[in-house]
Nanobody
């Protein structure tokens, strides 16, 4: 069974940057879709960005131009660079993956129900 491990969260001031990482192991697929989600207390989980095995990214409107998703050359790690951070970006950031498919086009790519495997999350706290 695939395993996902997030890292790199922390505390940062508004306007700052942080990079979170998602390491994926125990998988044997060349086609996949990896997504980043976040959840803060009292709020529902929301999709942030996705990337397909072919490198195609997709972003939620509220992070366009501020966040960037990428993957390492070995494709075992997916990064999310968070820049121009706002206090409302605080939350636990989770990565998730679904194998044997690329990310769908449109808003369905950011639907958590699409993904099969999830990590435990990493906390990002943005102070004003």
């Amino acid at each position: 069974q695939a395993q996902l491990l997030e890292s790199g969260g922390g505390s940062v001031q508004a306007g700052g940057s942080v990079r979170v990482s998602c390491s994926v192991s125990n998988y044997h697929y060349t086609k996949y879709c990896v997504g980043w989600f976040r959840q803060s207390p009292g709020n529902e989980r929301e999709g942030v960005a996705t990337i397909s095995s072919d490198g195609s990214p997709m972003y939620a409107n509220f992070v366009k131009g501020r966040f960037s998703i990428s993957q390492a050359n070995d494709k075992d790690t997916v990064y999310l660079q968070l820049s121009s951070l706002k206090p409302e970006d605080s939350g636990i950031y989770y990565c998730a993956v679904r194998f044997s498919v690329v990310c769908p086009s449109g808003p369905s790519s950011l639907d958590g129900e699409f993904f099969a495997y999830w990590g435990q999350g990493t906390q990002v706290t943005v102070s004003s």
